[in-house]
């Protein structure tokens, strides 16, 4: 670990700001970089993807003006983009940062982009026989998800507590692990090589009342159909840049996917919109309150807030 003495003699630890979708960390983030000299580095999994830009929440230009951003806009939307990917770059981000004099702020939603630099953990590829992993999808195709969850949550519940049903993909995954291995999903990330962050890090979070932050969400679902989602998820749906990718999973644009191919209504994508942005905020909710260490930001008094954090990391 580097010790942040070597660049500035004024600080003992880099901040990270996270919480929920909808929460306003974007705004603290910028108004403590404002005070710090900050630069703020994105932790946003969606974030990355070019054109992607309402439905992710993404600072304006003239946000992105008043305080520099990275980690934003960095790959196309058809690039296949890893957590150990985001994890090498923000190193190198913050580094350079922190040569011109600066402090890196870090900003985001994405459990394990946050997880990666606190807990300094490189994620390995597990060894999974692909038979196993035909044969469960065999089996979702016939029975589908249900039967699957519950083995995975039987002999895997924390893995099970931290993947959404409806994601398939992760849940066969995980399930398939444990198969293949005898080990659960659970064993290889915390037996991932850990070799501990690269810098002192202090975790703050932003912790809703789950009624209050549902709340904001629907609000600025609303908000993000005014200012022209439809017409941004059409243009990336006419691209056919989404079709194969990582992207394509973002919410708010694989819902109104469906919309255009005909398969509901208008009305109903956006009700789905608002629905499984509540969902994923639930499950952000549940990530940042296993991580240790986190300091809760209380954000209904933000200057006092702001002073807090500096005094917690000068």
Not at 44 to 55: E, R, V
Not at 177 to 184: C, D, E, H, W
């Amino acid at each position: 670990m580097k010790e942040l003495s070597e660049y500035n003699s004024s600080y003992r630890y880099i901040p990270i700001i996270a919480g929920p979708t909808a929460s306003g960390k974007s705004s603290l983030a910028i108004e403590l970089a404002l005070k710090i000299n900050g630069e703020i580095i994105s932790c946003d999994s969606m974030q990355i993807y070019k054109g992607l830009d309402i439905g992710t929440a993404k600072v304006t230009q003239e946000e992105q003006n008043l305080v520099p951003h990275h980690m934003i806009d960095i790959v196309d939307p058809d690039v296949v983009f890893s957590v150990n990917d985001f994890a090498l770059r923000t190193i190198n981000v913050i580094e350079d940062i922190l040569k011109r004099g600066k402090m890196p702020v870090l900003c985001g939603g994405t459990g394990q982009y946050v997880t990666a630099l606190y807990e300094g953990i490189k994620y390995v590829d597990e060894p999974v026989d692909k038979k196993i992993i035909d044969g469960l999808y065999a089996e979702f195709d016939k029975n589908g998800i249900d039967d699957i969850y519950s083995k995975l949550e039987t002999i895997d519940p924390v893995a099970s507590a931290k993947i959404h049903k409806n994601n398939t993909r992760r849940v066969i995954r995980a399930y398939a692990v444990y198969l293949s291995t005898g080990k659960t999903f659970t064993w290889w990330n915390e037996n991932s090589k850990k070799e501990g962050p690269a810098y002192p890090f202090k975790l703050f979070t932003l912790d809703y009342d789950r009624s209050i932050i549902y709340d904001r969400i629907n609000r600025r679902v609303d908000q993000m159909i005014d200012e022209g989602l439809i017409n941004e998820a059409k243009v990336l749906y006419d691209s056919g840049m989404l079709q194969n990718s990582t992207a394509k999973q973002a919410i708010g644009y694989k819902e109104l996917f469906d919309y255009f191919e005909g398969r509901c209504s208008l009305d109903k994508s956006i009700y789905e919109i608002k629905l499984r942005s509540r969902h994923y905020a639930k499950r952000q909710l549940t990530w940042f309150r296993y991580m240790e260490k986190r300091h809760i930001i209380d954000i209904n008094d933000v200057p006092t807030t702001l002073n807090y954090i500096i005094d917690q990391i000068s």
